[in-house]
């Protein structure tokens, strides 16, 4: 089993800057996505942004611009740059991996637990 560690989330300033990171507990052999989505009270879980298998990145159309996914393959680590940062960004964040394991022949979908970033002055 993967356990995916996120953190960074918190309070902040509307134009102020977070960075989140996601670590997977369990060293990852080959991934389809590593991603990041969002859910804000009363909404649809969403889809952020998104680095999908040959390096291609994704960005939902409402932080283009001002959000930046990478990843660090050494520390089995995602991260979700989050600036210029509006009201309209508060949400929980969810980190997913849909990755293969060392030990583990198939693919599966891995979430971390969530972590509230909340916009406002």
């Known amino acids: 089993q993967v356990q995916l560690m996120e953190s960074g989330g918190g309070l902040v300033q509307p134009g102020g800057s977070l960075r989140l990171s996601c670590e997977a507990s369990?060293?990852?052999?080959?991934?389809?996505?590593m991603d990041w989505y969002r859910q804000a009270p009363g909404k649809e879980r969403e889809l952020v942004a998104a680095i999908i298998r040959g390096g291609r990145i994704n960005y939902a159309d409402s932080v283009k611009g001002r959000f930046t996914i990478s990843r660090d393959n050494a520390k089995n680590t995602v991260y979700l740059q989050m600036n210029s940062l509006k009201p309209e960004d508060t949400a929980v964040y969810y980190c997913h991996y849909n990755a293969k394991v060392w030990g583990v022949s198939s693919y599966a979908d891995y979430w971390g637990q969530g972590t509230q970033v909340t916009v406002s002055s």
């Open positions: 369990r060293s990852i052999f080959a991934f389809n996505a």
